[in-house]
């Protein structure tokens, strides 16, 4: 069972540390082009997963939600702090750096499509292995991808969808920042508590994440050959 228990681990780190380091490295990344350079003078425009870890979101929440054979994984990763003031177009560039984390984790999930097309040259021992680190990669990525473009901010789709909104809509959006995440757990973990005890059977998290990521991720297999 501890065994079961470090090989499920060895096959999960190494996807989701890369999924969510790109995702904000990303984001760090297009804000200093477009002229903040916060999250660079901060070391945030980096590939090393430390600088990217938030306690909760990247360690303990999935960490229970693993314990507890969760059919999906819920975290996130530290923010990357951007300056909206400083980038030169402010709304349109607010967009841009929104859309590079979940562009660049489908672009990994895509790329990891094409990888298993050549892991049969790599030694038995190892090949499924790292089939699985890939599949595993695939499925993170385009979870983090999709959950991220829920239009509820502090998620990117929701900082896109206050670049996008005209007054008074976008300021009511952004004015619900602060409480983002406590909208998200009860969209995710309350409220699917709640129906289940009510007696009713209504899969929410099935309907509103999984089977659009699984839809997603038959798209990539279709377009990476597999």
């Known amino acids: 069972m501890f065994y079961d228990l470090l090989y499920n681990l060895s096959i999960w780190i190494l996807p989701v540390a890369t999924a969510i380091t790109f995702h904000e ?69 607010m967009i841009l750096v929104a859309v590079s984390g979940p562009a660049i984790n489908l672009l990994i999930a895509l790329t990891c499509g094409f990888i298993l097309h050549i892991v049969f040259i790599l030694p038995n021992g190892i090949q499924n292995w790292v089939i699985q680190n890939l599949q595993n990669a695939i499925f993170i990525n385009i979870m983090l991808s999709f959950f991220n473009m829920l239009p509820i901010p502090p998620l990117d789709g929701g900082r896109i969808a206050i670049g996008l909104l005209p007054e008074p809509f976008s300021s009511l959006l952004s004015g619900l920042e602060r409480f983002g995440i406590l909208i998200l757990l009860s969209i995710l973990i309350i409220l699917p508590w709640l129906i289940s005890i009510m007696g009713f059977d209504f899969k929410l998290v099935r309907w509103l994440l999984l089977e659009p990521v699984w839809l997603i991720i038959e798209m990539i297999g279709y377009l990476s050959g597999n």
């Open 25 to 93: 490295a990303a984001h760090g990344y297009v804000a200093f082009k477009l002229g903040d350079n916060t999250a660079k003078t901060l070391g945030r425009v980096t590939f090393n997963p430390v600088r990217h870890i938030d306690i909760w979101g990247t360690l303990i929440i999935p960490a229970i939600l693993f314990f507890l054979k969760s059919p999906f994984l819920f975290g996130w990763a530290k923010p990357v702090p951007i300056v909206f003031s400083q980038l030169r177009k402010p709304k349109r560039d």
